[in-house]
């Protein structure tokens, strides 16, 4: 007895939906604790490494 799955079909969007938005809350919610005037491009992978 063989059965072709599709994963699309059997994925529970809802739940899908909802990881994504909390993984987007999340990044932005750690963007919002570091941000700095000086270095404001959230691409910024240099922050924090600067020589004093």
Do not use: P
């Not at 072709?4 to 969007?13: A, G, S």
């Not at 994504?20 to 959230?42: C, P, R």
């Amino acid at each position: 007895m063989t059965r072709k799955n599709n994963i699309i079909q059997e994925l529970d969007w809802t739940v899908a939906l909802i990881y994504l938005a909390l993984m987007l809350i999340g990044w932005i919610n750690i963007y919002a604790a570091v941000f700095d005037e000086k270095h404001s491009n959230i691409f910024d992978f240099l922050r924090g490494t600067e020589c004093r």
